[in-house]
């Protein structure tokens, strides 16, 4: 294991919370010649926080240079914000204009925590990068293996899945197999780090206020349009589709009343004709999901080629769902066993056997169950 | 450690951590008792030594927390005072100052300050023919300049400055926070009405400075409350401090000119050694502080160079922080015309030895190179 090879030097990016806190922490006693590295990622910082939102502000850099200065490290704050600006943010907004719905965590961890800061750690002499992601990676023969955490509850391998086998190489998550969130505080505590009870960052740190809507619509404008049914019968209004996402159902002003009652969900996001497509829950069910941008989280499944029984996950929190997975030229198709609800573009499908994360592919397009005879058409064509 | 960043904070002088160690317990000075008295007695003479030291008179010297302070008094004291005697007048201030007259500049504009920003040229040095004329169209308030760009080192045009201002009948303050006890500075002969300067750039205790306040300098005071030093800055007297800052501005005037040939002839030698590699550029003026070095390297990331030089124990500055810890782009190195590249602030002390700037000259190279070869 890696943390039994001593005198390692390694980057502990740390974000002013708990879990880093800890990695970090247990590098230090793990006998590595430890770092510690804040990244600044929003260009206007807020001084202090607000509710438990966001990891980008003074406060939060204060907090991991005070967790530093206990662990006697060196720490520094490096400005990543304008990759963080044209990778993230960007390709959020950009995704969304496009009517699908990003991941920017899983972003981050792909282009900013792993690429731009792993690629400095590198050039600078550091053979690991440390962070506090439930996770695990394994090394074998064969190379890396990502796997999820000990503790499934806050296992984040999701958010991890588009690391590429040579990413692995270079990472350390030591909270891989912590039993749960709690442990970690109280070893914390434990530490004496006051920010032991921090509370856990959630939803998108750089839209502190959380309003993903006034978010978009500053960058996007917003646009009234319509809201149809699948029949292509207008139903309502909406004051601009961007931040609509498939599956949601709140924030709607329908008109005109179901036919048969039951509640509408968003089916599809059409922001060229600026239109909201909604229908019944079951209407988005999907029996199909695919697309070209694919990693492999280290060598690819040999099997892949020709279709493989898998796990696949749609969402940071969702459940996994059995899965048919194949390469179908240089698309990679995955066909859920039973069919997935509230599947959007844009988001990664990560694919997974047993505990072991194969890789991800950005869902380009999906097929609706109610299409499955057009989808049989389709395969005999 | 090596220390290469003397600028930023030089090491407290021997003599002042044995006179602070010894020190005995102070009373309030502004008490009436014998005590107080006696902690009044060291107050004023430490006064009266750093009157000599600044070239004023001692009621003139107005003891701050520090160079923010002291800047912060002079120009919104100065702009208050203006507006009212009935002259909502305009600031004249070059583009190049430090942060602590931009910002203070700035919440003074947004509150009502019409400001005339004057541009530097590419060495940093303030452009007069834009200074005068800044003066010169009448209902400014006050001026200010500093005495050296505390950034690339560059002297500014004090002199003219003074004489402008005389002749347009504005106030000129000088920040000599970074120049102080590094170049000879005379209040007196200046021409300037108010002066700022700070004790830890010359090997005293953090927080203490002074403004230099003219007598027939009017400024409105920011603390209200005791009506201390002229009712231009309330609250209870540092007297200690107020001592061991006059120490170390005595014994900084003494070795004033040895040290500035000793220091000038290294930043001479790391100046004439980085300009020989490719892709590093001196921005500084010929006429400069003596401990100063500053490159910009081109094609390199600051932070990465900073770590690599600070990993290998030597302590150097690629810019000032924000509040976060971020070196922020350097709005000097921006002003004079040079974007993207990584600035190198290596400031030199009584403490450097030539055998420290040989292993920095030794060290610099490659720190470059592997820095550039991280894009």
Redesign the interface.
């Known amino acids: 294991m890696l943390d039994s090879l001593v005198g390692m030097k390694v980057l502990a990016a740390m974000s002013g919370g708990v879990d880093s806190a800890v990695a970090a922490a247990r590098a230090v006693d793990a006998g590595h010649e430890v770092v510690g590295v804040?990244l600044?990622l929003s260009r206007m910082?807020g001084?202090l926080r607000t509710g438990s939102r966001g990891c980008c502000?003074?406060e939060d850099?204060m907090d991991a240079?005070r967790v530093a200065d206990r662990l006697g490290i060196?720490f520094?704050?490096?400005?990543f914000?304008e990759r963080f600006h044209d990778d993230v943010v960007q390709d959020f907004v950009d995704e969304y204009a496009a009517g699908r719905t990003p991941n920017p965590c899983l972003r981050c961890n792909e282009k900013i925590k792993f690429e731009a800061l792993l690629?400095?750690a590198i050039?600078?002499g550091f053979d690991r990068v440390v962070t506090g992601h439930y996770a695990r990676v394994e090394h074998t023969e064969r190379g890396p293996e990502l796997h999820r955490a000990a503790d499934w509850a806050k296992d984040q391998s999701y958010v991890l899945g588009v690391l590429t086998g040579a990413q692995l190489e270079r990472c350390w998550f030591p909270l891989a197999d912590t039993p749960t969130k709690a442990a970690v505080r109280a070893e914390a505590a434990e530490r004496g780090f006051l920010l032991a009870q921090k509370p856990d960052s959630h939803d998108i740190c750089f839209i502190p206020d959380g309003d993903m809507r006034g978010f978009l619509a500053e960058r996007l404008g917003a646009e009234p349009g319509e809201i149809v049914d699948r029949e292509g019968r207008v139903v309502g209004s909406h004051e601009g589709v961007h931040g609509y996402t498939v599956g949601q159902r709140r924030g709607m002003s329908l008109g005109v009343p179901s036919p048969d009652g039951r509640p509408r969900f968003v089916l599809e996001v059409k922001p060229q004709s600026r239109q909201l497509v909604v229908g019944p829950k079951e209407a988005l069910a999907v029996v199909r999901l695919a697309g070209t941008r694919i990693s492999h989280a280290g060598a690819p499944h040999p099997q892949l080629a020709d279709g493989l029984d898998v796990e696949v996950q749609i969402r940071a929190h969702a459940d996994p769902a059995p899965a048919r997975a194949r390469m179908v030229g240089d698309e990679l198709v995955i066909d859920p066993a039973e069919p997935l609800s509230g599947v959007a573009t844009g988001q990664s499908a990560v694919l997974y056997e047993g505990t072991r994360v194969l890789g991800q592919v950005t869902i380009d397009r999906t097929v609706a169950a109610d299409a499955a005879e057009r989808l049989a058409e389709a395969d005999a064509a | 450690m090596h220390q290469f960043d003397h600028a930023a904070s030089t090491p407290m002088r021997e003599s002042v951590r044995q006179a602070l160690a010894t020190a005995a317990p102070l009373a309030n000075p502004a008490s009436t008792h014998r005590e107080g008295q006696r902690a009044r007695a060291v107050l004023e003479e430490a006064r009266e030594r750093l009157a000599i030291a600044l070239g004023c008179h001692p009621t003139e010297v107005v003891l701050t927390s520090g160079g923010t302070e002291s800047i912060n008094l002079a120009l919104k004291g100065a702009w208050w005072a203006a507006r009212d005697a009935g002259a909502a007048g305009a600031i004249v201030v070059p583009v190049a100052e430090h942060h602590a007259t931009l910002d203070a500049v700035a919440w003074l504009e947004a509150h009502g300050a019409p400001v005339r920003w004057v541009r530097v040229d590419e060495q940093a040095v303030t452009d007069l023919d834009a200074f005068r004329p800044a003066l010169e169209q009448g209902g400014a308030a006050v001026a200010t300049m500093l005495v050296a760009s505390n950034e690339v080192g560059s002297l500014q045009p004090v002199r003219e400055a003074a004489d402008a201002s005389a002749r347009a009948g504005v106030p000129l303050h000088l920040d000599a926070v970074g120049a102080f006890g590094h170049v000879p500075l005379r209040f007196v002969d200046s021409g300037a009405s108010l002066m700022s300067v700070a004790s830890h750039k010359i090997g005293g205790p953090h927080g203490v400075g002074a403004l230099v306040v003219g007598r027939d300098v009017r400024i409105e005071a920011l603390h209200h409350g005791g009506g201390q030093q002229r009712g231009l800055r309330s609250g209870t007297q540092d007297a200690l401090g107020a001592s061991l800052f006059a120490l170390a501005a005595e014994e900084a005037l003494a070795e004033l000119d040895a040290e500035a040939t000793r220091l000038s002839a290294m930043t001479d030698r790391i100046r004439s050694t980085a300009a020989s590699l490719p892709g590093v550029r001196i921005l500084t003026a010929e006429a400069r502080l003596p401990h100063i070095a500053h490159l910009v390297v081109e094609g390199a990331?600051g932070?990465?160079l900073q770590?690599?030089l600070?990993?290998a124990g030597f302590a150097v500055s690629n810019g000032s922080?924000?509040?976060?810890?971020?070196?922020r782009e350097s709005h000097v190195v921006r002003a004079c015309g040079v974007e993207g590249a990584a600035p190198l602030r290596l400031s030199l002390g009584r403490t450097t030895t030539a055998a420290e700037v040989d292993a920095l000259l030794a060290a610099l190279p490659g720190a470059i190179e592997?820095a550039r070869?991280?894009?």
């Open positions: 804040h600044a910082p001084t502000t003074v850099a240079r060196p520094y704050v490096w400005d914000s690629d400095r050039g600078l | 990331s932070e990465a770590f690599l600070d990993e922080a924000c509040s976060a810890g971020v070196a592997r070869s991280l894009g």
